[in-house]
């Protein structure tokens, strides 16, 4: 215990880097130390920097504790650069030559470079291999030939999982472990599965892959954010395999967050990454996702990270999404019509009201407005909707003369000249057209839709309710 304590108490935060290359001078020429945050090449960042001396070497070094992870040593050419592991408090000498790169690399005082060249060499011979198997799968005339490329390329595969597999057994807790498992993805059990009820169950090998798709990834490891492999993952997890509705989304984003919130990097990047995915998905729903985030952890504190302008830009943006989520009742506008009469959006009676936002000068809108009149002649107006069109901009005249052109006189047209009703805030009109859906209540069923999507999201809503009895 008092060796422990010692040893701790010894250790040094930062890094001391020597690096020589033996075939190239390199006099005067600077080398930068970068790191990956989340994302692959070519997304990197610089965090120091070294010159070479005229024996070609360079020396970066660092006090300040640093997050370990995979790092990059980078020439001033920007195109010459190796991968190498780094932890904090590490100091090592490198040697290579800069034209046989990653092969020629040599560590001392790192065991653990040493055994990432060993990896990334015998890495560098299976993708030889994988290239020579795609050559000949091209070749293949024959199904057995085809089976037998396939069969080989299965076995290269089982040899890389099994080196992996090996290494973690054998060091486990090392970073490089920490990385293995990270790429590792869930193998699904081989065989039919069954059902409680005897019948084949055709979703076992989604469920199997989804629930065990974290099993193996370290988030008490905070130097993984310094890999080019979590945004992948998170990438996958939340736009392929989480189901695209925000109950779902809002469960699995709030699981991932308390499994990180004890490794303050990977917390970080997993706040910004959900909370960016959900305002910018195009899929219907998704801005509860992040009205939930903004809520729960942004005006909560934790994301401490930010200045108070930034938190403040989230708060704002959440505050005027707010209101108009789907499952809200609509905010109430009062508008007037061509002929001055004040008609009230909750005073539409109607199965379905379709309020639109439009302009007739916006050239979207000029595409669109016809478009959707003609889905609501065919389809919508049998199923009980009602247009409620709101004119955000532009001359009444103009407007007018749109609406007799394309013989929108069947819709309940309106505008606000007193500008009283403050619907660009309730319902975030900051562009044109924009549709939402509203039910027989006024309950918010749909929003930013169009008219090829309009009527499929009626059709569920029917389906939904005669499932129910309704």
């Known amino acids: 215990m008092l060796t422990g304590v010692a040893t701790a108490a010894m250790a040094k935060d930062g890094y001391k880097i020597s690096l020589k290359f033996s075939d190239r001078n390199l006099k005067d020429s600077v080398v930068y130390l970068a790191h990956y945050y989340g994302k692959p090449l070519p997304t990197i960042y610089k965090l120091d920097s070294g010159r070479f001396d005229k024996n070609n070497t360079a020396l970066i070094e660092s006090k300040e504790k640093i997050v370990g992870g995979i790092y990059i040593l980078l020439l001033s050419d920007h195109s010459t650069f190796f991968e190498f592991l780094l932890n904090n408090g590490d ?192 899929i219907m729903g998704m801005d509860e996702v992040f009205v939930h985030l903004v809520e729960k952890y942004y005006m909560k504190g934790d994301a401490y990270w930010l200045s108070n302008d930034d938190l403040q830009k989230y708060i704002d943006r959440a505050q005027k999404i707010a209101p108009n989520v789907i499952g809200n009742l609509a905010p109430e506008i009062i508008m007037q019509d061509i002929n001055g009469k004040t008609i009230k959006l909750s005073d539409v009676k109607a199965k379905y009201t379709i309020l639109v936002f439009w302009m007739p000068s916006c050239g979207h809108c000029q595409e669109e407005i016809p478009k959707l009149d003609s889905v609501y002649e065919a389809s919508l107006k049998a199923k009980g909707a009602k247009v409620y069109a709101v004119r955000t901009e532009d001359d009444p005249q103009q407007w007018q003369d749109f609406i007799k052109k394309h013989h929108l006189e069947d819709w309940i047209n309106v505008y606000d000249p007193n500008r009283t009703s403050d619907y660009r805030a309730k319902y975030d009109v900051y562009q044109t057209p924009i549709i939402y859906l509203l039910d027989e209540h006024k309950i918010i069923r749909g929003k930013r839709l169009d008219h090829a999507n309009i009527g499929q999201v009626i059709d569920m809503l029917e389906r939904r309710d005669k499932q129910a009895g309704r």
């Not at 293995?180 to 081989?190: E, G, K, R, S, Y």
């Not at 599965?193 to 370290?218: C, I, M, N, Q, T």
């Not at 954010?225 to 925000?246: C, G, R, S």
């Open 91 to 282: 100091d090592m000498s490198i040697t290579a030559k800069a034209g046989e790169l990653p092969g020629s690399l040599e560590f001392k005082g790192s065991a653990e470079n040493e055994r990432f060249v060993s990896y990334e060499r015998f890495l560098k011979t299976f993708g030889e291999g994988q290239q020579k198997l795609k050559q000949e799968l091209i070749k293949a005339r024959t199904k057995a030939d085809t089976e037998a490329v396939q069969h080989q390329a299965e076995l290269a595969n089982k040899e890389l999982a099994k080196y992996r597999n090996d290494y973690a057994a054998k060091y486990p807790n090392t970073l490089l472990t920490d990385i293995f498992n990270a790429i590792l993805v869930p193998t699904v059990p081989a065989g039919t599965h069954y059902l409680p009820d005897g019948k084949v169950d055709s979703a076992f090998a989604y469920r199997y892959y989804k629930e065990h798709y974290w099993d193996k990834f370290a988030f008490n490891d905070n130097r993984l954010i310094h890999t080019p492999l979590f945004d992948a993952k998170l990438e996958e997890y939340f736009n392929k395999l989480v189901l695209p509705y925000a109950d779902s989304q809002i469960v699995e984003a709030d699981t991932l967050l308390a499994r990180t919130k004890n490794s303050p990097d990977l917390f970080k990047y997993s706040l910004w990454w959900l909370s960016r995915n959900a305002e910018q998905s195009k």
